[in-house]
């Protein structure tokens, strides 16, 4: 069974304050990893998908990385606007199904 | 464009009316998800539609019917709900753009069930 962790669950952080959440997996052949931005009562907003370990993708402040156990998302002189849910999932080659497996989250709160 | 939209934005209603949400995307994707989410919890997947079928039912109660009309929409049918049915729902399309196969999320329905 894919398992999908993430820490830590609530992180608050100054503006300019530089720091890295993590998604930690198990999953029987990784098929991509995936992270979302979500703010309150909304969808989830896609940011990055990574399928190999050392694989980075970047956009604006945001920074994500995978190795073959974890991944991070790095950010990098946040703004109160970057606070929000960052989701993370997998998706293994278990099963035939594209159904990824989301783990329960990191509440970013970015204080002015 | 990777935009699936969601109507309507809030619904509220009792435990005897029948209503419906509805979910439109136009990126030719041709596998759609429903899912519900609660307050600090994780997304929880429902039905998953493949090629206008359905392809997986999480043992959701029968109070929630999905429909797959054509390609580009997905319908939930909502009857008899309970309180405890009181979640944001989201709808998903998933496709392959600039070479990554991904799931794009609506914004959702938040839905109140008195």
């Known amino acids: 069974e894919d398992q999908v962790t993430q820490s830590p669950e609530a992180l608050r952080l100054q503006e300019g304050e530089s720091s890295s959440l993590n998604c930690s997996y198990t999953?029987?052949?990784?098929?991509?990893l995936f992270w979302y931005r979500q703010d309150p009562g909304k969808g989830p907003e896609f940011l990055f998908t990574l399928y190999s370990a050392g694989e980075e993708k970047e956009k604006e402040r945001l920074k994500a990385t995978l190795t073959k156990k974890e991944s991070f998302l790095h950010i990098t002189a946040p703004k109160p606007e970057d606070s929000a849910t960052y989701l993370c999932a997998v998706r293994s080659a278990s099963g035939g199904s594209y159904i990824p497996t989301f783990g329960r989250g990191t509440s970013l709160i970015v204080h002015p | 464009d990777t935009e699936v939209t969601q109507t309507p934005k809030h619904l509220v209603m009792g435990m005897t009316n029948k209503k419906s949400l509805k979910c439109e995307q136009h990126m030719g994707h041709r596998a759609m998800y429903w899912y519900k989410q609660k307050a600090k919890k994780p997304p929880e997947l429902m039905f998953v539609y493949s090629y206008e079928k359905l392809s997986i039912n999480e043992s959701v109660p029968s109070r929630f019917s999905p429909e797959c009309p054509n390609s580009s929409l997905l319908n939930l049918h909502l009857h008899a709900l309970q309180p405890e049915d009181s979640a944001l729902y989201l709808c998903?399309?998933?496709?392959?753009?600039?070479?990554?196969?991904?799931?794009?999320f609506g914004p959702g329905t938040r839905l109140t069930v008195l």
């Open positions: 999953v029987s052949g990784l098929r991509g």
């Open positions: 998903a399309s998933r496709g392959s753009i600039d070479g990554t196969d991904t799931q794009y």
